[in-house]
């Protein structure tokens, strides 16, 4: 039987650039649609589905980080859990300012049956539309862990790994850097500088594109040369198996 995997992300950026990465990396092939039926319902919500095999990833951007209650009320996350096959849900988030056990709290806040874990897959056994049980994986995937910040620093850390990309992201750094003092002083907040960097980096880099989408430039690099990317992505490896290896 197909297994249907769930991953909700917050914007659609994180949608553009997994699904370019989950294809690249991961071998998983882009389909029109999904078994779930589940499509965008306003103009926040970005669905993408993916394939590999007999296996289905339906990659939600809930459209930013306050929007994950919304997401999952408005598409009944929490009855598709318990009336269909899901075999797991990923939930990817920016760190931001917070802690990890308070992003926790709150993403397991969101849902009714089943509970996360920062950084593993853990097993959840609920019951179905007909009381039998029945068993499903969470993971959830904080962007990134290690430090605060936001999916901009993963793709700054990402770009400053690869040699071919390093000497470049390295004099946009300073570049935005020398604005925050005078010109752009909103650039001495972390977040607006970070996505000022990754704009700047990705119009200079490929100027005849400059004017164009995010998804545009994503697929201009080839982000599996990204040892950072590469190990904060890791657990994309576990999509489309069985969980039970890691337990």
């Given at each position: 039987?197909?297994?249907i995997?769930l991953?909700?992300?917050?914007g659609?950026?994180?949608v553009?650039?997994?699904?370019?990465?989950?294809?690249n990396?991961?071998?998983?092939?882009?389909e029109?649609?999904n078994?779930l039926?589940?499509?965008p319902?306003?103009?926040?919500?970005?669905?993408?589905?993916l394939s590999?095999?007999e296996?289905?990833l339906?990659l939600?951007g809930?459209g930013g980080?306050?929007?994950?209650?919304?997401?999952?009320?408005?598409?009944r996350?929490?009855?598709i859990?318990?009336?269909?096959e899901?075999s797991s849900?990923?939930?990817?988030t920016?760190r931001?300012?917070?802690s990890?056990?308070?992003?926790?709290r709150?993403?397991?806040d969101l849902?009714?049956?089943?509970s996360?874990?920062a950084?593993e897959?853990?097993n959840?056994e609920i019951?179905d539309?007909f009381?039998?049980?029945?068993?499903?994986?969470?993971?959830?995937l904080?962007?990134?862990?290690?430090k605060?910040?936001?999916?901009e620093?993963?793709?700054?850390?990402?770009?400053r790994?690869m040699p071919?990309?390093?000497?470049?992201?390295?004099?946009?750094?300073g570049f935005i850097?020398s604005?925050?003092?005078?010109?752009?002083?909103?650039?001495?907040?972390?977040?607006s500088?970070?996505k000022?960097t990754?704009?700047t980096f990705?119009?200079?880099r490929?100027p005849?594109h400059?004017?164009?989408s995010?998804?545009?430039?994503v697929s201009?690099?080839?982000?599996?040369?990204s040892e950072s990317l590469?190990e904060?992505?890791?657990p994309f490896?576990d999509l489309g198996?069985?969980?039970e290896l890691?337990?």
């Amino acid at each position: 039987p197909m297994r249907i995997e769930l991953m909700l992300v917050e914007g659609v950026s994180d949608v553009q650039l997994i699904s370019y990465y989950l294809q690249n990396v991961y071998g998983w092939k882009h389909e029109k649609k999904n078994d779930l039926r589940l499509e965008p319902l306003d103009g926040h919500d970005h669905i993408e589905s993916l394939s590999k095999g007999e296996n289905q990833l339906i990659l939600c951007g809930v459209g930013g980080n306050g929007r994950f209650a919304h997401f999952i009320e408005k598409h009944r996350i929490n009855s598709i859990i318990i009336e269909r096959e899901i075999s797991s849900v990923m939930v990817v988030t920016d760190r931001d300012e917070d802690s990890i056990s308070k992003i926790r709290r709150r993403i397991n806040d969101l849902f009714e049956n089943i509970s996360y874990r920062a950084g593993e897959w853990i097993n959840n056994e609920i019951k179905d539309s007909f009381g039998q049980p029945k068993q499903i994986d969470t993971y959830l995937l904080i962007v990134p862990m290690d430090k605060k910040g936001a999916l901009e620093d993963i793709i700054i850390d990402a770009l400053r790994d690869m040699p071919e990309e390093k000497a470049l992201i390295e004099e946009v750094i300073g570049f935005i850097d020398s604005l925050k003092e005078e010109v752009v002083p909103e650039l001495s907040r972390i977040n607006s500088a970070n996505k000022a960097t990754v704009g700047t980096f990705f119009s200079v880099r490929d100027p005849k594109h400059a004017m164009r989408s995010f998804a545009t430039y994503v697929s201009k690099i080839d982000w599996s040369k990204s040892e950072s990317l590469n190990e904060m992505f890791l657990p994309f490896m576990d999509l489309g198996t069985t969980k039970e290896l890691y337990m």
